[in-house]
């Protein structure tokens, strides 16, 4: 049964966000949250949900919990931490109070209140933002056990590796499909980050542009595998008769 469409009401007073709701009076089938990069914020994201159109899904751009110094920008880190080698801000900042903000979220919220179930629950986002959603991930999979998974239905992060917070590995991977854009050069998403990613997730896909660094997507071609990955995962309840069981 599809989930209910949520309202600002049922989030957190603290938690700024827009909420885009499924195209053509669809129903919620899910829930894709966007999160945004360091320093930007979640009107941009909840402006792609609008532009992507996806069928039954509800988008939920959410914006980073702490403000930039004296910008407008907002970012998630625990701390602000200034990257040695370039002079610019260090994504890598410490994730774990955003990490329990978004898990807080989805089990407090879209799960509990709004009747989702996690497998109908998606994260896209860039940069650090795609680092919380990833750290989300295992988080909610190292809550889990046998008679309660907690795997959500897939993670898309651009340009956004695991944070060094983050295990190791895993001996019981994480089962969230997981795709990762990234640059052919000039990328966060380095060598060592992807054995990483493929350490802790048991279904990662790595998508290079064919062009270096790591911002979104500029054309059809950077954009088609974040569309063909949704296409698999998104669930879908059309033509399926109201009441109907899903047997797993």
């Known amino acids: 049964m599809p989930g209910r469409i949520p309202v600002p ?12 709701p499924p195209p053509n009076t669809d129903k919620s089938t899910n829930a894709l949250i966007l999160l945004h990069g360091l320093g930007d914020g979640h009107e941009s994201f909840a402006q792609l949900g609008k ?47 955003s990490t329990e903000l978004i898990k807080l979220l989805i089990d407090d919220v879209l799960i509990a209140k709004c009747g989702y179930t996690h497998r109908e629950v998606l994260i896209l986002a860039y940069g650090q933002g795609g680092m919380v959603g990833l750290s989300t991930a295992l988080a909610l999979h190292r809550s889990s056990n046998d008679t309660a998974p907690r795997e959500l239905g897939g993670i898309i ?3 956004g590796p ?16 997981v ?17 990483k990613l493929k350490r802790n997730f048991e279904h990662i896909e790595i998508k290079r ?40």
């Open 9 to 20: 009401a049922d989030f957190p007073s603290t938690v700024k966000l827009a909420i885009v």
């Open 51 to 97: 532009q992507m159109n996806l069928p039954e899904t509800v988008c939920i751009a959410i914006r980073g919990p702490k403000a930039l110094l004296d910008l407008e920008g907002a970012h998630w880190g625990d701390d602000i931490i200034f990257d040695s080698s370039n002079g610019g801000l260090d994504a890598d900042a410490g994730l774990r109070e």
């Open 157 to 159: 992060s651009i340009g």
């Open 162 to 177: 695991l944070p060094s917070e983050a295990p190791a590995d895993l001996i019981a991977k994480c089962k969230t499909p």
């Open 179 to 195: 795709l990762v854009c990234g640059g052919t050069s000039a990328s966060a998403v380095t060598p060592t980050a992807e054995e």
């Open 209 to 248: 542009y064919r062009r270096s660094g790591d911002g979104m997507p500029g054309n059809r071609d950077e954009m088609m595998p974040i569309m063909q990955f949704l296409a698999r995962r998104l669930k879908s309840t059309k033509g399926v008769p109201e009441g109907s069981i899903e047997v797993s």
